[in-house]
């Protein structure tokens, strides 16, 4: 079950898909707030990051100051695949765009700031179409 590893393909099959939903980052001491079901979870000394829907996190009184759109890329990339996340990241930095990646077994996910995701999604799709 493993994933495509060749770059050109894996930029010309990436099919970036953008998620309805605004995300934010936050950071918890101890474990996960009721109602809360992040979509990321990273632990680190300082606490568990999570990255959830905004609507969760200000239900539950979290704090953040980061609000982002998730794009999945629909091509299952092999985790040990050389420089699709440093294209992508070319990319839409190039457009003056930061980008926080967290692959995935299957797929790598962006969240890039929420106003300008479909942007992000444009961009994405003209580096698709140039590596094919």
């Known amino acids: 079950m493993s994933g495509e590893r060749e770059l050109r393909t894996l930029l010309s099959g990436m099919r970036p ?3 309805p939903g605004r995300y934010v980052f936050t950071t918890v001491d ?4 009721a109602g809360v079901t992040p979509v990321v979870t990273v632990r680190e000394p300082e606490g568990v990051t999570l ?6 996190a200000d239900a539950a009184g ?8 998730w794009i999945t890329l629909r091509i299952h990339s092999a985790l040990d695949a050389v420089g699709l996340t440093a294209a992508v990241a070319r990319e839409l930095a190039d457009a003056g765009l930061s980008c926080n990646v967290v692959a995935g077994f299957h797929h790598d996910h962006l969240f890039v700031p929420y ?7 444009t961009l994405l799709d003209g580096l698709a179409r140039r590596s094919v």
């Open 62 to 69: 979290l704090a953040y100051d980061y609000v982002a759109g």
């Open 51 to 56: 990255v959830v829907p905004l609507e969760e």
């Open 30 to 33: 101890g474990g996960i707030p």
């Open 115 to 121: 106003e300008r995701a479909a942007a992000a999604v």
């Open 17 to 19: 898909e953008l998620d």
